[in-house]
């Protein structure tokens, strides 16, 4: 982590209103978590407490204490998916990468999470990866979706 490139991004959002999110949004992006040095920094020149900032970052799903790989794949666990198979899905994305729901392959590439409804229940079972929507897909066909991502095809 560079502490240059963080006091940067603090200096981008001068405005008050969200100025913690928006700050905590771009560290996020660029680390892909928050690293307790950059929460260190953000405190001091915010004059915000760590204990305040801790809270923020682990009250949002979307920030992360813990390094996340380079693609997130968001597996949909709501009640439509979970009807359509999602647990098995789930299993089939678990083998093929290696890892459970909630954790990073040792390379860093893929991070395994479980969400709550992706808000396109009509395509069940859903997934996502790095934002993209996969509906309708069954657990044999995972290895092809997943092929693609590490080809760098999948984007
Ligand atoms: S329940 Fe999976 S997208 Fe809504």
Redo the contacts with the bound molecule.
Sequence with gaps: MNTAEVREIIARHPEPEGRVAAILEEIQKKYRHLPEEALRIVSGELGVSLTRLYGVATFYAAFSLEPKGEHLISI???????VKG?KNLAERWEREVGIKEGQTTADGMFTLEAV??????S????FSIDGKTY?GVKPDQVPEVLGEWKGGGGR
Aim: aromatic share 0%.
């Design positions: 949909c666990h709501g009640t439509a998916c979970h999602a709550r409804c992706l808000g396109c229940c395509l069940a079972p859903v509906g």
